[in-house]
């Protein structure tokens, strides 16, 4: 096995300090090295204005693991890929489902790993919840519902990259709603009608309503709405011929026909970093753009409703 990979992480914001520092500290898969990022500088590593700068003055980096906002997701990655780097993409992995596919392509011409990162997928409910509906105890998935729902003033202060295109608006939570479910139901599903509520003054929603069915009709709704609080809802309803399965507070509890299920420490972005690491050592890439495709197929077929000014 080789020692840990000497990792540099661009785009130094909330995600990185909140999550990534500590879990890359804690694991010994990689090693912090250097930081690429506009304003923040962080002790101990190397500090870079940007990330071309990181790159031609560390040649033996072996990975980056990029935590800006999606709208620079594209370059930043193609720059690290054709580096010769290994790349791990925060959520969502791009701002359109094209370039993503782009990179995917990019990532195997230079035999490097692309992880598209999910990271609500290791929440401590989804795996239990993925391998409970796949047995035959579940019996058939017959309605889903998602109620994805907080402040947008407790949870993204200050954030205007959220209401520019390629912020996602509400689906910037949603989409980790739906990354769960894509993961989760034994079918795939399909978005038959959206409605997207956008304030005068944004280019993003700051409210949705999904439509779906999966593969055998059954329907799948989704409502996501950033006006709720203060306490949020991160809630999901899966009925079927063996009972209701509920997930809540965005994964980390389960309950299966009425009983609470007993769930594992929660570690996703732990979680996170073996997987990169995993897949570096095996020569592979992790690249579902599945929850950004039903996000995309929400602007592509969604009926849009203005509201107020949400005075940014
Ligand atoms: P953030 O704090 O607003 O942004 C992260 C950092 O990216 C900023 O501090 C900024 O650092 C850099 N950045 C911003 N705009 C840039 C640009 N145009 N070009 C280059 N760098 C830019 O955002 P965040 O909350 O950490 O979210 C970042 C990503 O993580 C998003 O995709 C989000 O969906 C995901 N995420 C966030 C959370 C969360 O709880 N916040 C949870 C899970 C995933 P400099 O100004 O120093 O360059």
């Not at 709603?177 to 956008?198: F, N």
């Not at 304030?199 to 799948?220: F, H, K, Q, S, Y």
């Amino acid at each position: 096995m080789t020692s840990a990979y000497k990792l540099a992480v661009a785009g130094i914001g909330k995600i990185a300090r909140d999550q990534h520092f500590p879990a890359i500290a804690a694991q010994p898969g990689f090693e912090l090295v250097a930081c690429a990022s506009r304003n923040a500088s962080v002790d101990g590593v190397r500090n870079y204005a940007d990330l071309d700068a990181l790159l031609a003055a560390e040649p033996s980096l072996d990975a980056v693991s990029l935590c800006a906002p999606p709208q620079v997701r594209f370059a930043q990655a193609r720059a690290a890929l054709e580096a010769g780097k290994h790349v791990m993409l925060e959520k969502p992995p791009g701002a359109s489902v094209s370039e993503v596919e782009a990179l995917r392509d990019i990532a195997q011409t230079h035999g490097r790993t692309l992880f598209a990162s999910w990271h609500s997928r290791a929440a401590s409910a989804v795996e239990p919840a993925r391998a409970w509906l796949a047995s035959k105890e579940a019996g058939a998935v017959r309605a889903v519902e998602i109620r994805w729902k907080e402040d947008v003033r407790r949870w993204h202060p200050g954030q205007q990259w959220i209401w520019e295109p390629g912020g996602l608006g509400v689906f910037d939570p949603g989409i980790n709603a739906l990354s769960i479910v894509t993961r989760i139901l034994p079918r795939e599903i399909a978005l038959r009608a959206a409605t997207l509520t956008i304030p005068r003054d944004t280019a993003t929603p700051i409210a949705a309503e999904l439509d779906c069915i999966d593969t055998n009709g059954a329907p799948v709704r989704a409502s996501f709405d950033w006006r709720h609080g203060p306490v949020e809802e991160w809630d999901i309803d899966v009925d079927t011929d063996g009972g209701r399965l509920s997930i809540r507070e965005g994964g980390k509890r389960l309950s299966i026909a009425g009983e609470a299920v007993s769930l594992g420490l929660e570690r996703e972005y732990p979680a996170l970093y073996e997987r990169f690491r995993e897949l570096i050592e095996r020569g592979e890439s992790d690249v579902d753009v599945r929850p950004l495709r039903l996000v995309a197929d929400a602007f592509l077929l969604g009926k849009h409703v203005e509201t107020e000014p949400f005075g940014r």
